[in-house]
C-alpha cells in the first residue's frame, strides 16, 4: 500500500514530500508549491496518483470502557476493564477542559479542515533546516487518528503495529493525513474532540477526561475547574513524564504551560492564569480504582461474578471474546448480591472460624425454585496470596472451575440422596430394616450403572450415633444411622442413588470425577465423594422448591454502554423430580431437627424447616444442610491438613474436629455438625436471612411414600418357608423372624403376621416359628416350717415392679439417645 509513496519520497526527496502534503492541502491550486515541484521534477499529477492508492476507510472502533459490576442495591462492587476509561458525551465535559486542551494542542481547531497548513508547514521547514524528523503540527484530527491506530495494536498485542503506528517517518505521516481528511468527512468537529477526549490517556491508569477527573481529582469532568482542566490538557503529550502523582513538579511546570498559553491566546485573563498558577496539587485527593477482584469487600462473590461472564454466550462466542467484552465493553453487570445477607452470612463463619485458624468454613445459601445466590462466605475472606494473614485465592464454596479447590467429603448429608431414590421407587418412610451396630456387608449384592454386582473384600460399618435395632427410616435420619441406610441404598440400587445425586444437583469438585463415577462404591451414601458446599446448597434447594433444579446464578442482568441487554447465565429452572419424592424427602427430614441429632440447629419459633448433618471419618469436617420453603443453606467446617496440628506425622498431629478449641474465636468443637455447624453458622446466618419473612408450609407428600402403598398380601401356596421369605423381601417387605411357644417341633414355621388382606408394599412382616411347647409347671416345694430371716425396717429393699427412670439401677425407658450429635 505505501510501497509507492515510499519510493516516492526516497528517489525525489523533501521537495516530493512537500508536494504530496501540498497535494493534500490542496495548495497546488493556489500555486503554492509550484517551485517545489519543478526543483524536484515531481509532478502534482504523479504525487496526486500515489496519493489516491493510500487507504481513506478507517475502522473506528468504540474507545474501551470499563465495566462494573453492582449489589442488588446499586452499589459498585467492582471494575473490570483493560483501560480505565468512562466514555461521556462532550456535553459532559467542562468547557474550560475543552479550551485548556485545544490552546495546547491545536488552537485553530475549528477554524482549518484535518490539519493546520501553517502548522504543519511550519513543522516540515523546521525538520528540514534540523534534519530531524517529523516532529509537531498535527491537528487533533490526526492526533485522534494516530491514538486510534496505536491503541488497537496495544488491545491486541500487536507489537509491530504499535510500532508503525509510532514510526516517525514520512510515510506514516502521509497516510495518517489522509486518514484524517476522511474522517473529517464523516464526523463533525464536536463529534472528533468528544471521541479525542475519550480515548487519550492521562496517565496513571486513567483513559479518557472523566476517568482522569475522578482519578486525579475526585471529581467529574463536567465540573472540572481551571487549573485542573490546565493540569489534565497537560498530560497528553507526555502522560507518564509529566504525571503529578509520581513526579509533581514536572506536572506543575506543565501546568502552567498550559495556563500561560490559555492566557497569550486570550481564552483566560493574566489575573486568572496567576491565580490558577498559584493552586497546588495534593495527592490526597487521588482516587484509586480497583480493577477485579482483589481488594473488593466481597472477593470470592465477585470472582464467580466473572467466571459466570466467562461462561455467557452472549458476550462472545469464545472464552477471549468474553473476556474482551468484560474488560473492553463497558458493561453494566446487575446481581442479586445482598450485602445484608452476606454479612450475616459472614458474620456466623467467623464467629466459629477466623481467617488464620487451621480451619476452613463456608456457608452457601441458595433461593429454591430460582437459583438465585444469597450468600457465599468463608472463613478465609481476603483474597490475596499472604497465607499467614489468611488470606487465599480458592472459593472454597465453588467447583475447581469455578474458582474452588478438591472440595470436601460431605458425610451424612448424602443419606437424602440414598432416600430421595429410595422414594422415587416408592420405598416409603416405614421401611424398616434391623440397623445392627457393626455390620461386614462383604458379598451383599447391589446394582452399578453397568451390571449386577457386590461388594467385594471386607467392608465394615458401624453406626456412629449410639442408635441401633429395628427402625424406620424416620428414626434412621433423625440419628443417622448407618447401617439403616446402606442396605437401603444397596436395595434401592447404587446406579440410582448416585444419579439422584447429581440430578438434584450435587457436584464432585473436581470435573474429572463426577457423581456418576461412584455408582460402584457402595460407601457413597456416608458421603465419601468430594463435594463443592454450594452444591450441596443446590442439591437441597431442589428438595426446599419441591422438585425444581436451578442452576446457581448470581447476575440478574447485563447492559451495554447503550442500555442494550444482553442475555444474563440462566438458571434453567426445571422439574427433576416428582413432587411427592422431594415432599417426602421433606418430612424425613424433618426428624433430625425435631427429634434426632440437630435439634440444636432449629430455627426459632415455629417455623417449618428441614436438614441432614454430616460428619466425616475421624471428625474432620462437620456439615448441616438445611432448607425452609424459602431458602436452603449448606454450612461446614473442616480441618485444613496443611496446617498444625492436623498435619500427619507432625508433633501434636490430631485428626479431626472433636475437642478443639478454636484459637481465634475460642469456640470449643463437639465434632459433630448439629452440635457445630448447624446452630454455629446455619442458624444464625438463616434467621438473619428469615427475618420479618412470612412462614411458609412444606408441602405433605402422598401415605405411599410415608406408610407404603398398600397392596394384596401375595399368594404363598406351594412355596418352602424359604422361598415364602425370600418372595416378601423381593417385593419389598422387611421379615422379621421371631418365636413362640407351640406344640409343633421346635423351629418349625407358624405363619406370618399379617398374612392377608391389604398390607403396606414395604411395610413388615413378622414370620413366626415355633420354639417347642411350652414348659410345664413344677409344684413350688413346700415350706418345711422354718421362720423366715426378719427384715430390718432400715434395711433396703429391691423395688418390684416395673422400673422407672430415676430408680437406682434401673435402665431407662426407650433407646438410650448418644451423646454424640450428627452424623
Known amino acids: 500500500m505505501l510501497t509507492g509513496l515510499k519510493r516516492l519520497v526516497t528517489v525525489t526527496g523533501a521537495g516530493a514530500l512537500f508536494i504530496l502534503v501540498s497535494v493534500l492541502c490542496g495548495l497546488l491550486v493556489a500555486g503554492l508549491a509550484i517551485p517545489f515541484a519543478a526543483a524536484s521534477g515531481v509532478s502534482a499529477q504523479a504525487a496526486d496518483r500515489e496519493l489516491n492508492n493510500l487507504p481513506t476507510n478507517m475502522t473506528l472502533p468504540a474507545a474501551p470502557q470499563r465495566t ?27 468547557p474550560v477542559m475543552r479550551t485548556a486542551l485545544l490552546s495546547i494542542e491545536d488552537h485553530r481547531f475549528y477554524e482549518h479542515g484535518a ?42 498485542g500487536d507489537k509491530s503495529a504499535v510500532a508503525a503506528a509510532q514510526a516517525t517517518t514520512y510515510e506514516r505521516k502521509i497516510t495518517e493525513l489522509r486518514y484524517a481528511i476522511a474522517l473529517e468527512k464523516k464526523l463533525s468537529k464536536d463529534q472528533i474532540l468528544e471521541r479525542y477526549l475519550n480515548l487519550v490517556y492521562f496517565g496513571d491508569g486513567a483513559y479518557g477526561v472523566e476517568a482522569a477527573a475522578r482519578h486525579y481529582f475526585g471529581t467529574t469532568a463536567a465540573k472540572l475547574t481551571l487549573p485542573q482542566a490546565a493540569m489534565l490538557a497537560g498530560l497528553v503529550q507526555s502522560p507518564d513524564s509529566d504525571n503529578p502523582v509520581l513526579h509533581p513538579e514536572a506536572g506543575l511546570a506543565r501546568r502552567n504551560e498550559v495556563l500561560n498559553r490559555m492566557s497569550e491566546l486570550g481564552e483566560i485573563t493574566p489575573a486568572a492564569a496567576e491565580a490558577a498558577i498559584r493552586t497546588g496539587f495534593t495527592k490526597a485527593g487521588v482516587q484509586a480504582f480497583n480493577n477485579g477482584c482483589v481488594g473488593t469487600r466481597y472477593p470470592f462473590l465477585c470472582d464467580y461474578v466473572r467466571r459466570s461472564l466467562l461462561a455467557t454466550p452472549s458476550l462472545g462466542s469464545t472464552v477471549d471474546e468474553r473476556e474482551k467484552t468484560i474488560d473492553r465493553g463497558g458493561l453494566t453487570i446487575y446481581t442479586k448480591i445482598d450485602p445484608k445477607a ?22 452457601d445459601m441458595i433461593e429454591p425454585g430460582t437459583g438465585l445466590i444469597v450468600a457465599m462466605a468463608q472463613s478465609r475472606p481476603v483474597m490475596g496470596s499472604d ?54 456387608y462383604s458379598g451383599k449384592p447391589f446394582d452399578s450403572c453397568e451390571r449386577r454386582t457386590e461388594v467385594t473384600g471386607s467392608w465394615k460399618v458401624s453406626n456412629s450415633t449410639g442408635v441401633n435395632g429395628e427402625m424406620d427410616m424416620s428414626k434412621a435420619a433423625g440419628w443417622s444411622v448407618n447401617n439403616y441406610f446402606v442396605p437401603l441404598e444397596l436395595d434401592t440400587g447404587m446406579c440410582s442413588v448416585t444419579r439422584m445425586a447429581a440430578t438434584v444437583g450435587a457436584q464432585s469438585s473436581v ?61 434453567d429452572c426445571k422439574r427433576v423430580i416428582s413432587a411427592d419424592v422431594a415432599n417426602a424427602v421433606s418430612k424425613l427430614l424433618t426428624a433430625p431437627v425435631t427429634t434426632g441429632s440437630a435439634t440444636a440447629a432449629r430455627l426459632p419459633g415455629d417455623r417449618p424447616m428441614a436438614g441432614k448433618t454430616g460428619t466425616i471419618d475421624s471428625n474432620a469436617a462437620v456439615w448441616f444442610v438445611g432448607y425452609t420453603p424459602q431458602i436452603a443453606g449448606a454450612a461446614m467446617i473442616s480441618i485444613d491438613s496443611t496446617k498444625k ?35 454455629g453458622i446455619w442458624k444464625p446466618a438463616v434467621s438473619a436471612y428469615l427475618k420479618g419473612k412470612p412462614v411458609e408450609q412444606f408441602e405433605q407428600p402422598p401415605d405411599a ?61 413378622t414370620a413366626y416359628f415355633s420354639s417347642g411347647p411350652p414348659k410345664k409347671k413344677t409344684d413350688k416345694p413346700k415350706s418345711d416350717g422354718a421362720p423366715k430371716s426378719p427384715t ?23 433407646p438410650v439417645k448418644p451423646r454424640d450429635q450428627g452424623h
Open 115 to 156: 490539519f493546520d497548513p501553517q502548522g504543519t508547514l511550519r513543522a516540515f521547514l523546521t525538520n528540514q533546516a534540523s534534519g530531524g524528523t517529523v516532529q509537531g503540527g498535527s491537528s487533533i484530527t490526526q492526533q485522534y487518528v494516530k491514538m486510534v491506530l496505536v491503541n488497537e495494536a496495544e488491545l491486541d
Open 387 to 440: 497465607a499467614k494473614k489468611g488470606q487465599t485465592y480458592f472459593n472454597y464454596s465453588a467447583t475447581q472451575s469455578m474458582g474452588g479447590g478438591q472440595g470436601f467429603q460431605a458425610g451424612s448429608t448424602f443419606k437424602a440422596f440414598t432416600a430421595a431414590a429410595a422414594f422415587d421407587k416408592g420405598i416409603p418412610i416405614a421401611k424398616k430394616y434391623d440397623a445392627k451396630k457393626t455390620v461386614n
Open 511 to 571: 470435573a474429572s470425577e463426577p457423581i456418576s463415577s461412584y455408582d460402584d462404591k457402595p460407601s457413597f451414601t456416608l458421603g465419601t465423594v468430594d463435594v463443592a458446599p454450594m452444591s450441596m446448597a443446590e442439591a437441597y434447594a431442589t428438595f426446599a422448591s419441591g422438585g425444581i433444579r436451578c442452576n446457581p446464578i448470581i447476575i440478574s442482568k447485563i447492559t451495554t454502554p447503550s442500555g442494550k441487554s444482553l442475555a444474563a447465565p440462566s438458571a
Open 645 to 679: 496440628p492436623f498435619v500427619k506425622g507432625k508433633a501434636g498431629y490430631r485428626p479431626g474436629l472433636k475437642g478443639y478449641t478454636v484459637p481465634s474465636t475460642h469456640v470449643y468443637l463437639s465434632g459433630s455438625g448439629g452440635g457445630d455447624a448447624g446452630p
Open 705 to 765: 411414600l410415608v406408610r407404603g402403598k398398600m397392596i394384596n398380601f401375595p399368594d404363598l401356596s406351594g412355596l418352602s418357608t424359604a422361598e415364602k421369605i425370600a418372595k416378601l423381601r423381593k417385593i419389598g417387605m422387611t421379615v422379621v423372624k421371631k418365636t413362640k411357644t407351640s406344640d409343633k417341633p421346635k423351629n418349625s414355621f407358624l405363619g406370618f403376621s399379617p398374612d392377608s388382606g391389604k398390607v403396606p408394599q414395604y411395610g413388615t412382616v
Open 342 to 363: 452476606q454479612d450475616a452470612a459472614q458474620k456466623a463463619v467467623s464467629s466459629m472460624v477466623g481467617a488464620t485458624d487451621p480451619l476452613i468454613s463456608t456457608m
Open 68 to 94: 462494573k459490576v453492582l449489589d442488588v442495591n446499586g452499589h459498585v462492587l467492582a471494575y473490570f476493564y483493560d483501560q480505565n476509561r468512562i466514555y461521556v458525551p462532550l456535553s459532559k465535559i467542562a
Open 792 to 814: 430390718s425396717p432400715t434395711s433396703p429393699t429391691r423395688p418390684t415392679g416395673p422400673t422407672k427412670p430415676g430408680n437406682p439401677g434401673a435402665p431407662p425407658f426407650g
